[in-house]
């Protein structure tokens, strides 16, 4: 018997804002333990939440982004278990009328190759709602610590439908999410700092049965990578299980990264169990058109529309995007330069892909700090399209001089005497002298051979050291032989 998978994702992403969620004490990461906090924050008798609009707006602005209905009407519940990591012993949430309904995500999955475009898929959400972060607990050999630093964060929690049916699916999924918060401004989704967390749901039935098997929920995947590696080794699991006859039982799993394997935490709680009613402290909150259109004219070119826009208005192809589109402020470094000349994009767009991304890796340069502008690279591109120098001295000698230096290409031929101190007739008495000294490549070429023209090529820029035209001299050499 055949067997599929069906996977759906809980995706918690923290809201980028100066203070909580309840709370007007700051937000942050890298402090000394249980410093941002408040009456609040820790539960005291008496102490009210209040609510941050801060994180309202991110979420709204996440839910358009992401295709949801927003409601005129949300309102705030309470979710009630004890944990040492939550000193109130309920966490302030969204039941049944949460912020976001509906909505869906668009990934890719990976093509044949890195340069061919994989098949695009919309992932349904159910819904997305807003809630209290929980603190941190860190566990030593003898001794577990507490860290309410963390606490009161304002967290979002996207849930899907189980719409997805591999590990690569799902790390398609969090990449797509990944990607857009980050180009709105919601979040920076730095997962090793907690701010972009995923939990799993994956059951295993039999090809055709439209009924789902027994779910097990995977928590507290905090990498994309170990999402995908923890949902396809525990499809593997399951299905090995149930070939045997063996049931799956509903429970709580973890991911050890370390050995490779999902490990049993808990039997599942029932959802009845955490007893959710209204929170007494806390308004509903009515959202009108005016301020969900003021905060989708705030939403940018995201990035699967920049990414075709790149291919059709640019022509550049699907390899060169994939590596701009990605980063919003590469991508739109890119287009600073490539809109001042479209027919030249292509040209721009493989030194910033290749070139000035090497550049930055190996000197670890950030963008901003980058001594090359969008004018500046423009420029060395303007200057191989006129001739002036071939595209591999551009490359090779210019382009690293004017990462290093912030000096314009002009510039640099100049200090470097790179500019060819010989005109197109001398090219052309070069291309006859290698034409004459080398006939049998010249007949192999007269007989139907072009790449035997490449065996002349190297002959006359040796003769101009390196500085001739390979466009002009492959068209010199065929006018000549012809």
């Not at 090219?427 to 490549?441: F, G, H, T, Y």
Request: charged residues 30%.
């Amino acid at each position: 018997m055949e067997y599929e998978a069906v996977i759906g994702l809980e995706v918690h992403v923290q809201i980028k804002a100066k203070s909580k969620i309840f709370s007007r004490v700051q937000a942050g990461y890298g402090h000394e333990p249980n410093k941002l906090v408040d009456p609040v924050v820790m539960g005291l008798p008496g102490a009210l939440p209040v609510m941050n609009k801060a994180a309202l707006d991110g979420i709204i602005k996440a839910g358009l982004a992401l295709n949801c209905t927003i409601p005129e009407t949300c309102k705030w519940d309470r979710k009630n278990y004890f944990y040492p990591d939550s000193p109130n012993n309920y966490q302030i949430t969204q039941y049944d009328q949460p912020i976001c309904d509906g909505g869906y995500v668009e990934i890719e999955l990976p093509g044949e190759t890195r340069a061919v475009m994989g098949e695009h898929k919309k992932i349904k959400l159910t819904r997305i709602h807003l809630e209290n972060d929980v603190g941190k607990l860190n566990h030593f050999s003898e001794d577990s610590l507490v860290d309410y630093n963390r606490a009161f964060t304002s967290l979002m929690e996207i849930v899907s439908e189980p719409d997805m049916s591999s590990g690569e699916e799902a790390f398609a999924f969090l990449t797509a999410i990944r990607q857009t918060m980050i180009y709105c401004g919601i979040s920076d989704c730095d997962m090793e700092k907690g701010q972009m967390r995923a939990d799993a749901n994956i059951s295993v039935r039999p090809v055709g049965q439209k009924e789902l098997g027994q779910k097990i929920e995977l928590k507290n995947l905090n990498s994309i990578t170990g999402v995908k590696n923890g949902i396809e080794y525990e499809i593997k699991r399951q299905t090995r299980e149930l070939k045997k006859g063996n049931a799956i039982k509903q429970a709580t799993w973890r991911w050890n990264a370390d050995l490779n394997q999902t490990e049993m935490m808990r039997e599942k709680e029932d959802a009845h169990d955490y007893r959710y009613f209204p929170d007494p402290d806390l308004m509903p909150v009515k959202i009108d058109d005016e301020w969900k259109s003021r905060l989708q004219s705030e939403i940018p070119e995201l990035p699967w529309d920049k990414q075709r826009r790149f291919m059709e208005e640019y022509g550049l192809p699907y390899s060169i995007t994939a590596v701009l589109v990605p980063d919003r402020a590469l991508s739109e470094w890119f287009e600073a330069a490539a809109k001042q000349a479209p027919k030249l994009a292509q040209a721009i767009g493989n030194l910033v892909a290749n070139d000035l991304l090497r550049e930055l890796s190996e000197t670890g340069e950030s963008l901003a700090d980058c001594k090359i502008t969008p004018d500046s690279l423009l420029g060395l591109v303007q200057v191989v399209e006129k001739g002036t120098i071939p595209k591999n001295v551009a490359n090779k000698d210019v382009f690293p001089e004017m990462f290093k230096t912030g000096e314009t290409a002009e510039q640099v031929i100049e200090r470097k005497g790179l500019k060819p101190d010989f005109d197109e007739g001398q090219v052309r008495v070069w291309c006859q002298e290698a034409i004459d000294e080398n006939p049998k490549p010249v007949q192999n070429y007269k007989d139907g051979n072009e790449k035997a023209l490449n065996a002349l090529l190297g002959p006359v820029m040796k003769k101009s050291r390196g500085k001739a035209n390979p466009q002009l001299v492959n068209k010199l050499i065929r006018e000549l032989i012809s």
